[in-house]
């Protein structure tokens, strides 16, 4: 089969690679219809996250039809999946609480090293994530091995198109997930750092959940306009000094909830920024941690912290006594994505969400290198790509110029 396969820092390419094939009885293999490129995906794309290794299939936020069963799999051939990004074993201590991308069992022993000696525990497995994260094949390939398929695949509707429901898998969630953490009361203020697709769920959800005010804080014109479309409003961090801004429209108080939606890669000219950057190049698991940084002092004493952006390492001059002496409340993490698929599910059927308005570009599977670099490198007009193993050729951009 077709499969975009990661060789190194800004080299992704489209392989023939062998077709994946059942290995274990709860095992299920779908043809992939839909698959999209995410933030974290241009972390792994930026060389940022370890062990990767050439030709690992990258890809976590896919859907399709299930082609083939294990004999333990409750799908049946022909049926329509969203699949969701963590592996989870739905049998374990963390899987029977909910808490499905802390899964103990869906990482392999082998691989759980590396992630044991940084983060005192192993990771869960998750699809296309580097062998930290169980060195599994990912998505953005024409089939996929999806174990516990019993567990995380959710059958989707045949009236719902993918572009309706193919972010069920990933970024949905994580916005939603990203806004429930804030803890949003109705009369908030809620700042969300980063207007990409995570980003702008957040916005979207923190709305939906009732939040008095939303501001949008990013430097890309065209994804500022998207939070603006979606009832925030917005502040440009390379034109305006966004604390006091935060301030002057959070009646001089500060905001209450504060959501990253930028991660380990967050850009800036600050000096610290500078120096992270230099120090991330050298790959010492340094991260660009800036924009937490800033809505940590940004956010009221007593507020909120919510981080959806991925970080993998350290961090240096972390502002731990603003968390500490404000009384702030953190909550984090990859997002337990099968808790929240049949909500969103309904709300999506019930008009109540829109996840197709950010996507930017539609290109066919063997188009994906190009879709990653213009990811990377045209962030403000290429918002989200989805990628179609059966396309012809590229469609022209919806939503965007
Ligand atoms: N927790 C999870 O389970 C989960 C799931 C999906 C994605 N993520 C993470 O969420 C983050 C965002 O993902 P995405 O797909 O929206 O990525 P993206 O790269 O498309 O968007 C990031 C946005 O942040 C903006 N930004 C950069 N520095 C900033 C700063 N200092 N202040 C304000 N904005 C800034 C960028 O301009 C960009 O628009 C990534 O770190 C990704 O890995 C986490
Ligand atoms: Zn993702
Ligand atoms: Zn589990």
Request: net charge negative; aromatic share 6%; glycine share 10%.
């Amino acid at each position: 089969m077709r499969a975009l396969t990661w060789h190194g820092t800004h080299d992704v390419r489209v392989d023939t690679v062998d077709d994946p094939e059942i290995v274990n009885p709860r095992d299920a293999i779908i043809r992939i219809t839909s698959t999209a490129i995410c933030g974290s995906d241009l972390h792994l794309y930026d060389g940022v996250i370890p062990a990767m290794k050439p030709g690992d299939i990258l890809g976590h936020e896919f859907m399709g039809e299930v082609v083939e069963t294990g004999a333990q799999s409750t799908l049946q051939k022909g049926q329509r999946v969203v699949v969701p990004f963590p592996i989870a074993c739905g049998g374990c201590f963390h899987c029977r609480i909910t808490q499905f991308s802390c899964c103990e069992n869906s990482n392999p022993v082998e691989k759980q090293d590396m992630s044991e000696t940084l983060y005192g525990f192993p990771m869960a497995g998750i699809f296309g994530y580097s062998h930290m994260t169980g060195g599994y094949s990912g998505g953005q390939a024409e089939y996929v091995r999806v174990p516990f398929s019993d567990v995380g695949p959710i059958v989707v509707p045949d009236h719902l198109d993918d572009e309706q429901v193919l972010f069920l898998s990933d970024i949905l969630p994580t916005g939603w997930m990203a806004a429930e953490n804030a803890q949003i009361q109705p009369d908030d203020t809620v700042a969300v750092w980063g207007c990409g697709p995570v980003g702008l769920f957040a916005v979207q959800s923190a709305i939906a959940m009732g939040a008095a005010k939303v501001i949008a804080i990013d430097h890309y014109p065209h994804r500022l306009e998207l939070a603006r479309q979606l009832g925030a409003e917005t502040i440009n961090f390379r034109t305006s000094d966004v604390r006091e801004a935060l301030m002057e429209m959070s009646g001089g108080i500060g905001v209450d909830a504060v959501i990253d939606a930028v991660g380990m890669e967050s850009h800036g000219f600050a000096i610290d920024n500078m120096f992270d950057v230099a120090k991330q190049k050298i790959g010492i698991g340094a991260d660009r941690a800036s924009a937490l940084k800033q809505a940590i002092l940004a956010v009221r004493p007593g507020g909120r912290v919510s981080v959806p952006g991925v970080y993998g390492g350290m961090t240096d001059k972390f502002p731990l006594g603003a968390l500490m002496e404000k009384g702030l409340e953190l909550r984090t993490g990859q997002t337990h994505v099968q808790r929240y698929m049949k909500d969103l599910l309904a709300m999506i059927e019930e008009g109540k969400l829109d996840t197709t308005f950010l996507i930017s570009h539609r290109l066919p599977l063997e188009q994906a290198p190009e879709g990653y670099r213009n990811f990377k490198e045209q962030q403000d007009s290429w918002t989200k790509v989805v990628l179609k193993p059966g396309m012809e050729s590229a469609a022209p951009a919806r939503g965007s110029a």
